[in-house]
């Protein structure tokens, strides 16, 4: 299972993505390597909701992820 994220423009060497867990724990943590798009292997995470942080040097989002 795979995780794409469009990152719309925010590309760069500067992008970090974090995913944690419904208690607040790291389970995948990258800096990506100036794609547009990346993708997230959640194939070995168990079913549940995550939240996933994306960070630039201006601009920081969190959005819920849900695995099925």
């Known amino acids: 299972d795979v995780l794409p994220i469009a990152l719309n423009g925010e590309s ?3 992008i970090r993505y974090v ?3 419904t208690l607040g724990e790291q389970v ?3 800096t990506s390597t ?3 798009t990346i993708s997230i292997n959640v194939q070995p995470l168990a079913a ?3 939240f996933l942080e994306i960070s630039s040097e ?3 989002s969190v959005l819920k ?3 099925n």
């Open 12 to 14: 760069g060497s500067g």
């Open 19 to 21: 995913l944690f867990n």
């Open 28 to 30: 995948i943590s990258e």
């Open 34 to 36: 100036g794609a547009s």
């Open 48 to 50: 549940g909701t995550y």
């Open 58 to 60: 201006n601009k920081t």
């Open 65 to 67: 992820v849900i695995k």
